[in-house]
């Protein structure tokens, strides 16, 4: 089974940055779309930014601009690079790899903004 390990989070103000890290186990790392998922107390799971293997980066409206996701298939590595942090940013941050129908989910890492 796939491991994936986030780290990189903490407190920040608001027009803070953060750097999140995800590694991963898998000696097929490269085959997988890989994601960061959020989940804030009270509210439901959601994404934040995938990067498919080709390189093809996606995000939400919510962080378009400000945040940037990336990958180094040779490190097994993707990170997400956080700008311009707000408040409403507050939220466990989750990795996801994926390919096809099969999922991993690494434990989260607690990203609070304060303003």
């Known amino acids: 089974q796939v491991q994936l390990v986030e780290s990189g989070g903490g407190l920040v103000q608001a027009g803070g940055s953060l750097r999140l890290s995800c590694a991963a186990s898998?000696?097929?790392?490269?085959?997988?779309?890989m994601g960061w998922y959020r989940q804030a107390p009270g509210k439901q799971r959601e994404l934040v930014a995938t990067i498919n293997s080709g390189g093809n980066a996606n995000y939400s409206d919510s962080v378009k601009g400000r945040f940037t996701i990336s990958r180094d298939n040779a490190k097994n590595t993707v990170l997400l690079e956080m700008n311009s942090l707000k408040p409403e940013d507050t939220a466990v941050y989750y990795c996801?790899?994926?390919?096809?129908?099969?999922?991993?989910w690494g434990q989260g890492t607690q990203v609070t903004v304060s303003s």
């Open positions: 898998a000696v097929t790392f490269s085959f997988y779309t």
């Open positions: 996801k790899a994926n390919y096809v129908r099969i999922t991993y």
